[in-house]
T-cell receptor, first 114, second 112 residues
């Protein structure tokens, strides 16, 4: 069965600092991986996705993630945090055997300090 | 609007009452999903509709939960005889077939 583990339920960084949000997954099949962002009282917005091909994926708002099969990881990074990046971030893996189900991690709340 | 629309945005009801939540997907999207998001948790898959195919109801937590979809448009999620543990944000998403999901802002359900 697929599962997603997000290390750190809460990450705090200073404005301008590197953002690193960790995600590890387990999957019985080659994974499709996603990062979503959720701002307060809003739904989830897709940041980026990995399906096949290049393992370094660039998304919106300056975020990127690298798929590392050997480490079963898909960590999300951004070189320089902005106040507007404060939100909750969810990593998800497409469920094996399904072409639509996503298994989500429990989320990481990112706070950005001035 | 062009996005997924959910109503109501907030719902407070008494334990034991029935509630109905509505989702208007993006026009043309054939797939529609319902999720439940409990405080401090990730999203739990509830149900999936794809075109005229039989829905995948495997995530519905009990027979108190049901959902309907009219063609490729509006969907309603109904919770009968609500319990306090049903308190959560219920999110709807839609997509083209096998494409990334677009989410609505959710309905925040509180059971007193």
């Amino acid at each position: 069965a697929q599962s997603v583990t997000q290390l750190g339920s809460h990450v705090s960084v200073s404005e301008g600092a590197l953002v690193l949000l960790r995600c590890n997954y387990s999957s019985s099949v080659p994974p499709y991986l996603f990062w979503y962002v959720q701002y307060p009282n809003q739904g989830l917005q897709l940041l980026l996705k990995y399906t096949t091909g290049a393992t370094l994926v660039k998304g919106i708002n300056g975020f990127e993630a690298e798929f590392k099969k050997s480490e079963t990881s898909f960590h999300l990074t951004k070189p320089s945090a902005h106040m507007s990046d404060a939100a909750e971030y969810f990593c998800a893996v497409k469920t094996g055997g399904s072409n639509y189900k996503l298994t989500f991690g429990k989320g990481t709340l990112l706070t950005v300090n001035p | 609007g062009a996005g997924v629309s959910q109503s109501p945005s907030n719902k407070v009801t008494e334990k034991g009452k029935d509630v109905e939540l509505r989702c208007d997907p993006i026009s043309g999207h054939t797939a529609l999903y319902w999720y439940r998001q409990r405080l401090g948790q990730g999203l739990e898959f509830l149900i999936y509709f794809q075109g005229n195919s039989a829905p995948d109801k495997s995530g519905l937590p009990s027979d108190r939960f049901s959902a309907e979809r009219t063609g490729e448009s509006v969907s309603t999620l109904t919770i009968q005889r609500t319990q306090q543990e049903d308190s959560a944000v219920y999110l709807c998403a839609s997509s083209d077939f096998q494409q990334p999901q677009h989410f609505g802002d959710g309905t925040r359900l509180s059971i007193l």
